[in-house]
């Protein structure tokens, strides 16, 4: 079968070339992080993720960096490599007011969001210090869209097991990927919709919804099960106690727990009856 050339308009041309203007951006953006990380500046960055226990593998595998203290930094970088300030300010990495230009990121452990074909559409930055917000996250540009995308959906989708698991946060996902477990993905700082479940449906037909054990955490599980059941997935929940998170279950327990706890996540629906039964005297 011929299929019918179609020309693309000069707008859409024009928008198409941002797009991949954006996007080359943003892999500059994340190499310079990385490098940043390895330099005796992002010391700090380097010794919180080995800290937190990550092989310097896992470090090149997920492309993590640390953003500078200094506030212009990356600005200055990019401006050297031709970009102008009008597309610079599409990144969403810069801040820009009569005062001048910002790195929007400073002083945090950056973690590169990919999507479906590995390209980086975005970048959320875990903050050193007590500084707030503890994480921050790239606004949506034309490139990023976060109800569209799943952190480390990119490696779980050519993972051989035959569901995905649904964490919470960067860190989850980046230790279940170390301990083995390569099915993990997470949401990126934003509730789940129900473009996530699509999402989803398209590489399983099982997920297993592994969220912080407090209250919060259990709260986002049961918003989470019936938009997830409306995409025609099956839902199971992983039962993480006495553990906070995935991460602190594995350095508690070790993997094989972990893959243990798996085998018996429970049904939604028990799940949900479990809840609603703590809610009133069983007497």
């Keep these: 079968i011929e299929l019918p050339k179609t020309e693309m308009s000069a707008e859409q041309r ?11 951006i943003n892999t500059k953006a994340a190499r310079f992080f990385f490098a940043k990380l390895k330099s ?5 960055g380097y010794d919180y993720l080995k800290k937190r226990e990550l092989s310097d593998e896992t470090i090149v595998h997920f492309g993590l960096g640390y953003a500078g203290q200094g506030g212009g930094e990356l600005y200055q970088y990019l401006k050297k490599e031709g970009y102008s300030d009008q597309v610079l300010k599409e990144t969403g990495l810069f801040k820009m007011d009569e005062r001048g230009v910002y ?3 400073w002083n945090r452990v950056m973690f590169p969001i990919m999507d479906i074909g590995n390209h980086v559409i975005g970048f959320g930055g875990r903050v050193m210090g007590d500084a707030k917000p503890k994480y921050l996250n790239s606004p949506e540009t034309r490139v990023f869209d976060k109800s569209r995308n799943l952190y480390g959906l990119n490696f779980a989708r050519s993972s051989r097991k035959k569901e995905i698991i649904l964490c919470e946060g960067y860190m989850d996902v980046i230790s279940m990927h170390q301990a083995g477990f390569t099915n993990a993905v997470a949401a990126l700082g934003t509730a789940f919709t129900s473009g996530h479940g699509t999402l989803l449906k398209r590489y399983t037909e099982n997920v297993i919804l592994s969220f912080d054990s407090d209250e919060a955490g259990q709260r986002a599980i049961l918003r989470a099960i019936p938009i997830l059941k409306e995409a025609g997935l ?3 929940v992983l039962d993480l106690t006495p553990y906070k998170d995935p991460d602190e279950f594995i350095k508690g327990l070790g993997a094989q727990a972990l893959e243990e706890r798996i085998r018996k996540a429970m049904s939604s629906f028990m799940f949900q009856v479990k809840v609603a039964a703590g809610r009133y005297d069983q007497d």
């Design 40 to 44: 005796s500046q992002g010391k700090i």
């Design 234 to 236: 099956t839902v199971r």
């Design 14 to 24: 024009r928008q198409e070339s941002i797009r991949t203007t954006l996007l080359e």
């Design 103 to 105: 790195d929007k990121f």
